[in-house]
């Protein structure tokens, strides 16, 4: 049922999954983990129940959205709903995984699609914990969000990395 993993021995392992995978992840999940989800503010989700080998889960209601200032904020109404990723959220994913990370072995990234969000925040945390975030990066099936990307980075005060 994988949608994505990302795993190279030694190291965290990642699994980046569309929403509509979570539950059945959950279901199946044997590893210690974590669950990093993005929801779309204003969008309807079912709650989802965890398994007892997830050890902690966050939901952050961001948008996917890359830039801070996207083309035409400030003229158009339709943009002044947006809530983009922050350095709040950041620390918010930074501090689950920091006080986690020495009992899971996996960290599970989830937003709609799993392609955009979620891949930019497996892409910065295999970097932080890593030191290499090319197998999400080079993946062809992803399209990492900077935004997500480059904020956790500096939050955690990491430099470098594919973008």
Same mark, same amino acid.
């Given at each position: ?19 509509? @995978? ?5 279901? =199946?999940?044997?590893?210690?983990? &974590? *669950? ?6 204003? +969008? !309807? ?48 994913? @930074? ?5 986690? =990370?020495?009992?899971?072995?996996? &960290? *599970? ?6 392609? +955009? !969000? ?46």
């Amino acid at each position: 049922m994988k949608f994505l993993m990302v795993e190279q021995a030694g190291q965290m392992k990642f699994e980046i999954l569309p929403y509509h @995978l979570v539950q059945e992840f959950e279901n =199946k999940a044997s590893e210690k983990h &974590i *669950v990093i989800g993005f929801r779309t503010p204003k +969008s !309807r989700y079912q709650e989802i129940e965890y398994s007892p080998n997830c050890v902690g889960h966050i939901e952050l209601w961001v948008h996917d959205i890359e830039r801070t200032k996207p083309v035409g904020w400030e003229s158009s109404s339709s943009m002044r709903d947006i809530v983009l990723f922050s350095r709040d959220d950041a620390k918010k994913i @930074l501090d689950l995984v920091d006080k986690h =990370k020495n009992e899971i072995e996996l &960290i *599970v990234c989830q937003c709609d699609a799993g392609i +955009s !969000r979620s891949s930019g925040a497996a892409a910065a945390l295999s970097f932080i914990l890593n030191g290499d975030d090319s197998l999400i990066m080079n993946n062809t099936r992803l399209w990492p969000n900077r935004l997500i990307y480059n904020t956790l980075l500096a939050v955690a005060g990491t430099t470098g990395g594919g973008v």
